[in-house]
């Protein structure tokens, strides 16, 4: 049975639990996927839990009987089993953000600047980059992932119970840094310097951006 499958049969399951028992279900799936246990055998525990659980309700048992008083602790020594799923860490993810976003800077700059000697005989706009351009583009990629990953959080797949509400707060201070950087561009963007850059250069940052992403961010 694929993910997917599972993933549906566990909602179908969990719709004919008890208000309690579908609670605690919810309160263990919530654990178990935000676990460091692959996703095919994630949903194959749950959905045996959930098979185990609908049994044990037509005998007269809930949820705590049958699991204990916390949801989190029935999958605790399979968790701890489980080897560290390869990824990143927090650091290199807040260093990778800007690092692509000013990769692909240069590379826009390398394209159209090319593009524009081979068509005009000048790179114009595209042959030169202001300080507050790399400065805004860093931290402006940030701040974009940043809330785009705040409302992918707010999500949930196929009906599956969600994590948890969307922050206002952290929206709001994602909104407030925005605002600044910009008000801030507008403000010191004349005084800051803006260097001429040949559209070779930009190639040349864009190519060991790209090298850098590999070697330095890519899983282990």
Do not use: C, H
């Not at 609670?23 to 799936?29: A, G, K, N």
């Not at 935000?34 to 037509?58: G, W, Y």
């Not at 650091?91 to 590379?107: E, K, N, S, Y």
Request: net charge positive; aromatic share 10%.
């Amino acid at each position: 049975m694929k993910v997917k499958d599972m993933i549906k049969e566990n909602n179908r399951l969990r719709e004919q639990m008890t208000p309690f028992n579908r609670s605690y279900m919810e309160d263990m799936i919530i654990s178990l996927r935000a676990s460091r246990i692959d996703k095919l055998r994630t949903e194959d525990l749950l959905l045996e839990a959930a098979q185990t659980l609908l049994k044990a309700q037509a005998k007269g048992k809930n949820a705590k009987q049958v699991f204990g008083d916390s949801p989190e602790e029935y999958f605790r020594e399979v968790i701890n089993e489980t080897p560290e799923r390869p990824g990143l860490s927090g650091r290199r993810i807040a260093l990778m953000i800007p690092w692509v976003a000013l990769t692909w800077l240069f590379g826009v700059l390398a394209a159209g600047g090319l593009i524009s000697e081979w068509t005009t005989g000048s790179a114009g706009l595209f042959g030169q980059i202001s300080l507050f351009t790399i400065a805004s583009v860093g931290l402006g990629s940030f701040i974009f992932v940043g809330l785009i990953m705040k409302w992918l959080g707010s999500l949930s797949e196929d009906d599956a119970p969600k994590p948890g509400q969307f922050d206002l707060k952290s929206l709001g201070i994602y909104i407030g840094s925005a605002v600044i950087i910009v008000a801030a561009g507008l403000l010191l963007g004349r005084w800051l310097p803006t260097f001429t850059l040949s559209p070779w250069v930009s190639l040349i940052l864009f190519a060991a951006g790209l090298i850098g992403q590999r070697l330095l961010f890519r899983r282990k």
